[in-house]
T-cell receptor, first 115, second 117 residues
């Protein structure tokens, strides 16, 4: 069982560069999420999606964009990288079939450093 | 809007001692509450959840938590700590679908648990 797969696991960017973090899940989950984790801050929601073609902003969306063309994939794009975007990024998914009580399944994270 | 607060960013216990990690929530409607664990360099895994059934919830690895509405708390406990329990623990809150169409979880700041031999 692959679950939620994120790539790359590590990346170093220069200020102003752009990149896409890839996320794919094989559980046929409708709900997908991107969080960032910073020390002492917990996880902050960047963007989420309730199904293919539907995305919405979370708590900290500035500097990021997402798309959801298929159920499986939910890439996160960073435009014009800034040092404040240095973080660990987690993709997660859950089924929509249990109300909002279902478990959130996480990828292993992508550690991004912007220099 | 809902939120969670975890008291203590770092907790240290001796092996065999009681583990108590504190979580308080704020919500205008009855919430769903979760505890997740994160081992080093890994994603988060669900430990247990409260979804308005029994107020005392048992999870994996001997952990349990009690939902106390009067105290707006959902503290995580384990009677006897093991070295393998060393990790970071996150409390999270969600609301029923009628209030939260996207199923979003809001996380607390996390508590790092250290276990001394």
């Amino acid at each position: 069982n692959a679950g939620v797969t994120q790539t790359p696991k590590f990346r170093i960017l220069k200020i102003g560069q752009s990149m896409t973090l890839q996320c794919t899940q094989d559980m046929n989950h409708n709900y997908m999420y991107w969080y960032r984790q910073d020390p002492g801050m917990g996880l902050k929601l960047i963007y989420y999606s309730v199904g293919a073609g539907i995305t919405d902003k979370g708590e900290v969306p500035n500097g990021y964009n997402v798309s959801r063309s298929t159920t499986e994939d939910f890439p996160l794009r960073l435009e014009l990288a800034a040092p404040s975007q240095t973080s660990v990024y987690f993709c997660a998914s859950r089924t929509s079939g249990q109300g909002n009580t279902g478990e959130l399944f996480f990828g292993e994270g992508s550690r991004l450093t912007v220099l | 809007a809902q939120s969670v607060t975890q008291l203590g960013s770092h907790v240290s216990v001796s092996e065999g001692a009681l583990v108590l990690l504190r979580c308080n929530y704020s919500s205008s409607v009855p919430p769903y509450l979760f505890w997740y664990v994160q081992y080093p360099n890994q994603g988060l895994q669900l430990l247990l959840k409260y979804t308005s059934a029994a107020t005392l919830v048992k999870g994996i690895n001997g952990f349990e938590a009690e939902f106390k509405k009067s105290e707006t708390s959902f503290h995580l406990t384990k009677p006897s700590a093991h070295m393998s329990d060393a990790a970071e623990y996150f409390c999270a809150v969600s609301l029923p679908r009628s209030y939260n169409q996207g199923g979003k979880l809001i996380f607390g700041q996390g508590t790092e648990l250290s276990v001394k031999p």
